[in-house]
């Protein structure tokens, strides 16, 4: 698993400032439907920033609860200091409120880290009221389409990345998890990410340095192989190709 320090933290909210990652906030903003007046969680709130948006969104009558185990992350999300919204450290496992306190809840990039997903769930229904709603938004990994001169070496790195969670196709199972959790599926649908020319304002730039940090020693790769492989890419320069599928789903207590 991927250990979120000050510096991978850091990294993280500069990744969440890229164009095509603002706009997937966006969609997400959206797609929960947020009221003015409405109390939201934030399930793995991390830096803060879709917090920051859904406290715009619901007003000074409403409330952003955030929960995020990593203290450098709820440092950063503090730090904002946007009204209406209050950062706990927690896990997803174990939210520390009471029984159909929020309106809406949101786990964006947070449920393929998480092993018991039953859980987990079991866990965002409680704390919901009754026709409450949950956002649930991750990646498959199985989605990727990233263009490179070795296709092999490509393979290796991708299999070795997907070490660092608990599931990487998730979205595959979500849709019987959610009903199983009590849920009924409201929406269903895919946000793609799209990085055509490389440059360092693309989330797969970043995203490059997260693999180079994890992957070595892994699947047989040695830091020079993985070297190799980012430096690949970046010469692609205008013929670099990145695609990547998140999967949105809205579910209603």
């Known amino acids: 698993m991927l250990q979120f320090d000050d510096e991978a933290s850091r990294r993280v909210e500069v990744s ?47 409330a952003v609860d955030g929960v995020d185990p990593s203290e450098s992350m709820l440092a950063m999300a503090r730090a904002r200091g946007v009204q209406g919204t209050e950062f706990h450290a927690a896990h997803a496992l174990a939210l520390p409120f009471g029984d ?32 409450g ?20 070496r490509m393979r290796r790195v991708l299999r070795a990345w997907d070490e660092h969670l608990a599931d990487p196709h998730l979205p595959r199972r ?6 199983e959790a009590g849920f009924r599926i409201a929406r269903r649908a895919a946000i793609p990410l799209l990085n055509a020319g490389y440059d360092e304002r693309i989330f797969s730039h970043y995203l490059i340095g997260f693999i180079r940090a994890f992957v070595p020693g892994r699947q047989g790769l040695s830091e020079h192989d993985v070297a190799a492989w980012a430096e690949d ?19 209603e207590r």
């Open 133 to 152: 709603r949950l956002l649930v938004l991750d990646t498959d990994w199985g989605s990727i389409v990233w263009r490179s001169s070795d296709d092999e």
């Open 16 to 62: 969440y400032t890229t164009p095509d990652v603002v706009e997937q906030r966006r969609q997400v903003v959206a797609a929960l439907g947020l009221r003015p007046g409405e109390r939201v969680l934030d399930i793995g709130s991390g830096p803060g920033l879709l917090a920051a948006d859904m406290a715009e969104v619901v007003g000074p009558e409403g």
């Open 100 to 131: 159909g306190g929020f309106d809406a809840a949101v786990a964006t990039q947070v449920y393929e880290y998480v092993d018991d997903m039953p859980a987990a769930l079991a866990e965002a229904h409680r704390v919901l009221r009754p026709g």
């Open 233 to 251: 890419l970046v010469a692609q320069g205008e013929d670099y190709f990145f695609s990547l599928n998140r999967y949105v789903f809205v579910g």
């Open 174 to 179: 979500l849709t019987a998890l959610l009903r």
